[in-house]
């Protein structure tokens, strides 16, 4: 079992920056594989980035060059910094795990959530 809580969502102008954490507790936290996903409203859930055990990141296109996630493996927090956002970027932001994964930006391959942070972004 893997307990996943968000943290860091609120309000930012375009063109700011927005650092959002995911704290894990668990067995084995440092062996799954960790992804981001955003939701914005009538809209379908999409993986922004994943990083596998291994370390190896996937990016959506459309965060490419803007956002990096990374990973704290001492403290079990997951990072997702947000740079130059757009108000495009405006979504729930929620933290993903598993054991395994094969397409890291794949909704259906994560089987632990957190309960989300909001992330605005105002024009």
């Known amino acids: 079992q893997v307990q996943l809580t968000e943290h860091g969502g609120g309000s930012a102008q375009a063109g700011g920056s927005l650092i959002l954490s995911c704290a894990a507790s668990?067995?084995?936290?440092?062996?799954?594989?960790m992804a981001w996903f955003r939701q914005a409203p009538k809209k379908e859930r999409e993986g922004v980035a994943s990083m596998d055990d291994d370390g190896g990141v996937t990016y959506a296109d459309a965060v490419k060059g803007r956002f990096t996630i990374s990973k704290d493996n001492i403290n079990n927090i997951l990072y997702l910094i947000m740079s130059n956002l757009k108000p495009e970027d405006s979504a729930m932001y929620y933290c993903?795990?598993?054991?395994?994964?094969?397409?890291?930006?794949?909704?259906?391959?994560?089987?632990?959530w957190g309960q989300g942070t909001q992330v605005t972004v105002s024009s």
């Open positions: 668990g067995d084995r936290y440092s062996t799954y594989a």
């Open positions: 993903a795990a598993d054991a395994s994964v094969s397409n890291g930006l794949s909704a259906s391959d994560y089987g632990y």
